[in-house]
């Protein structure tokens, strides 16, 4: 394992990280307005992706025309995509979702599966299923050598216009009137509606920045790995979700800050060599099992009064850490229990989960051998991220409202 | 059923309201036995028995998903995991891949035990979180059980999937041909309708009502919120369980591929198009989105020319004649349309759960009323202090 190496593939988790974060904004923003998790936003991605490579293939744009022309196209195409992808957010919201504000949680989620497999198969229909191509004249080629290492200058390209949207962002909520509006409606809808905010107008307009923001980062893939297809907004939907939850949905910050995380977990989980990582679960499960079964009942204990810490309670509180699962299932059937008990039992099971999530981890690598990890496999690390992060922490790590908003 | 209408009803559905729901139950029942009869017949192509086949399939899956979604208000994108659990279970214990040969009864079982397991293990850590992030989890779970299906090659042979499950021999009846297939899975949809339909009735399927309905009112009237939820956690993905057993011998061939992601979201298409805790909702739900593509592409490329002979549709543009006979094609933007519009203009569902109703139309307070009154057990002189 070269300084080069890891070096590279840092640069590579940010870029993901970065491209993640652009679509993880739009996720976050909508819940912050609304606590609804628009679950069309990874179609809404694709699309602006296409219609950035289709409005591409339009201009004609070819290795023959001097570079400034390539980039007015490339700077062309991108405006068209991100007006396209800003009606359509637009308008999935006026006709999918406004109908429905006010009614029980689970029927607008409804409505947003329904609206992303509609969206999927329109998509299908009218740009076909096959993978739509960006006119690598378009792209640059170039790469530069830094501390040793092969770095394609489209990595520092991506940084560079994720980070300038974003501090745009920042601007727009925290200096500007929409921003305040959106920042009054994301704290207290009613409250805000009372102060004369026209709240409608604000969710229109948090959809319309987070179906943009979406575009660029449609557009971006889209020349990251060449091509873009109808279903590739599903996993993207899903890891930037997965990044915005881990950072703390509804927090702005945070959902930059998780993409970031889940980017580098993603590069490093396969690209570095799996010896070591099993290695790593090794020592993890070692630690999560020490923690199981010595340390917390031990902290757990801690929290009774000393005249009531009989051995048989004590001994009781340490086979519940053992034989968390037996013990979960049968404090949650028992129809009394007392709160230490319970808060201990499910604690353990968490505990338990999560050194069974680690051992399988290094039973998996170890398996693997030294090969790389199958892509296939990625997939796994963002899902398993997510719900360690759901069970262990559902407010994420820099919590669910920030301070920033307040 | 009866009782949920009230306010603008037109006559024919007053009419067949009057009609006892046994005559409904019963004119079912009888239909579905006799169905297959018209293939030995000779009136019908062997196709539409299969397409039966399939539909019963998603009408056990529709059953088992309304339980957790529609009863209980809690959202499952990856139900279709529990159902790859049952399949995976019978086709390595009753296939030459490993090498077991299991019989019929113990698998059915195992099946069924093994995805319950499953729904504990999901359940236990995950229901404390609220509805749209157990969506999440679950979808997360679902790919997860999938990818493990296709990469864990050793045993499950990866993307090419287990072939050549053995056919079930119950109690000396093989069973090979489609028609005795679809007795089979009729047999045990009407089992579960059943089963189901006394769960729900049962204090149990009250629990859930009134959870989903209003969980801390519930729990403050002594519902163990927890015990409740996973109950209808572990009960629906047994009936997943259930549905892969009897598929995986049925296909005699599964892979990955059927277990994908948009097989869960076509499922809860099909509980809310038929209504969301409604049993006889989910049925109906279940067979209309599954055979109508298949009937819309025979109506148009079969039934249509023999009647109107087989020109009727050349003056049509090219368009409207390749979107009626390749209907296949359209079939997912149907489902998202569908659940789209349902959810807008009808939450309810074709046939409406009664208390489902009074959730989604709160303006109306005669069911509202009916709600607290059948699962809070509110009186009339308790009215005023909830004011």
């Known amino acids: 394992m070269s300084f080069e190496q890891v070096f590279s593939l840092t640069v590579s988790g940010v870029t993901v990280g970065m491209i993640y974060a652009l679509i993880a904004l739009g996720y976050t923003m909508v819940y912050g307005v609304l606590e609804f998790i628009n679950f069309a936003h990874g179609e809404v991605f694709t699309f602006g992706g296409i219609m ?183 996993i993207y939907g899903l890891k930037a979700f997965t990044a915005a939850v881990l950072g703390g949905i509804g927090n ?148 669910e409202h920030s301070q920033e908003k307040v | 059923m009866a009782k949920s209408g009230g306010k603008k009803r037109g006559p024919i559905a007053t009419a067949l309201g009057r009609v006892p729901r046994w005559v409904y139950l019963t004119a079912a029942l009888v239909l579905a036995v006799l169905f297959p009869l018209l293939h030995s017949a000779g009136l019908m192509d062997m196709l539409w028995i299969r397409v039966a086949i399939r539909s019963l399939t998603f009408v056990l899956l529709a059953l088992g998903l309304n339980v957790v979604m529609g009863e209980t208000g809690l959202l499952n994108l990856g139900y279709v995991a529990f159902f790859a659990i049952g399949a995976y279970t019978t086709a390595l214990l009753s296939s030459p891949s490993l090498g077991f040969h299991w019989s019929f009864w113990p698998l059915l079982v195992l099946s069924m035990v093994f995805a319950m397991l499953a729904g504990l293990l999901v ?135 059927y277990f994908l992601f948009m097989q869960s979201v076509i499922v809860v298409c099909m509980v809310v198009l038929g209504g969301m805790g409604s049993i006889p909702g989910a049925v109906i739900g279940a067979i209309v989105l599954d055979s109508l593509p298949d009937v819309i592409r025979a109506t148009f490329s079969d039934w249509l020319p023999r009647v109107f002979g087989p020109t009727f549709m050349a003056s049509w543009p090219a368009w409207l004649q390749s979107f009626f006979t390749d209907f296949e094609k359209y079939r997912l933007l149907l489902f998202g349309i569908v659940v789209v519009l349902v959810v807008i203009f009808r939450p309810e569902g074709l046939l409406p759960d009664t208390l489902w109703r009074s959730e989604t139309h709160e303006e109306d307070p005669r069911e509202q009323e009916y709600t607290r009154q059948t699962l809070f057990d509110i009186d009339e002189g308790n009215q005023d202090l909830e004011a």
């Open chain 2, 123 to 257: 359940g236990l850590p995950t229901l404390r979180l609220r509805g749209d992030y157990l969506a999440i989890v679950t979808l997360a779970f679902g790919e997860i059980v999938r990818t493990v299906f296709l990469n864990v090659t050793s045993i499950t042979n990866g993307a090419a999937g287990i072939p050549a499950i053995y056919t079930p021999n119950i109690f000396g009846w093989v069973v090979t041909e489609p028609p005795q297939f679809y007795y089979l899975i009729l047999f045990f949809v009407v089992v579960v309708v059943i089963a189901l339909t006394n769960v729900k009735n049962s204090r149990v399927g009250r629990a859930w009502n009134a959870l989903r309905e209003d969980e801390i009112a519930a729990i403050h009237s002594g519902i163990d919120a927890t015990r409740a939820k996973i109950l209808a956690m572990v009960i629906s993905a047994g009936v997943a369980g259930l549905a892969g057993c009897l598929f995986a011998y049925y296909q005699s061939f599964i892979n990955p591929t």
């Open chain 1, 52 to 234: 950035a490579a289709v409005v591409l293939g339009w201009t004609g744009v070819s290795d023959a025309m001097p570079i400034w022309l390539r980039v007015v196209c490339l700077g062309g195409a991108l405006v068209a995509a991100v007006l396209a992808t800003v009606g359509l957010g637009l308008a999935i919201e006026r006709l999918a979702y406004r109908p429905l504000r006010g009614r029980s949680r689970i029927i607008p989620l409804l409505a947003a599966i329904g609206v992303s497999i509609t969206l999927q198969q329109l998509m299908i229909l009218v740009f076909g299923p096959d993978s739509i191509i960006v006119p690598p004249s378009v792209v640059p080629a170039q790469f530069v050598t830094l501390f040793g290492s092969r770095i394609r200058v489209l990595a520092f390209i991506i940084i560079g216009i994720s980070l300038l949207l974003m501090l745009g962002l920042t601007y727009i909520v925290r200096s500007t009137r929409i921003g305040k509006a959106m920042r009054a409606t994301s704290q207290d809808i009613e409250a805000a509606q009372m102060m004369g905010i026209e709240t409608n107008h604000v969710i229109a307009f948090t959809f319309a920045v987070g179906s943009g923001l979406a575009a660029v980062g449609g557009l971006l893939v889209t020349m990251y790995y060449g091509s873009i297809r109808f279903d590739s907004g599903y």
């Open chain 1, 252 to 399: 702005i910050p945070g959902a930059v800050v998780g993409s970031l995380i889940l980017g580098l977990a993603e590069t490093y989980g396969v690209g570095l060599n799996l010896g070591l990582l099993m290695w790593f679960f090794v020592a993890g499960l070692a630690a999560g099992l020490y923690f199981q079964l010595v340390r917390a009942p031990k902290r757990r204990l801690k929290h009774i009064r000393e005249e009531d810490r009989t051995p048989a309670y004590e001994r009781e509180i340490m086979r519940l850490y053992r034989l968390a699962p037996v013990y979960a299932v049968r404090v949650a059937l028992a129809k009394r229990t007392d709160a230490l008990m319970a808060v201990s039992a499910r604690h353990a099971l968490q505990l338990t989960l999560g050194n069974v999530f680690l051992a399988v981890m290094a039973i998996v690598f170890f398996l693997n051998g030294h090969a790389q990890i199958d892509p296939q496999w990625q997939n796994v690390i963002a899902f398993a991220v997510m719900m360690i992060i759901l069970l262990f922490r559902p407010s994420g790590l820099l919590g």
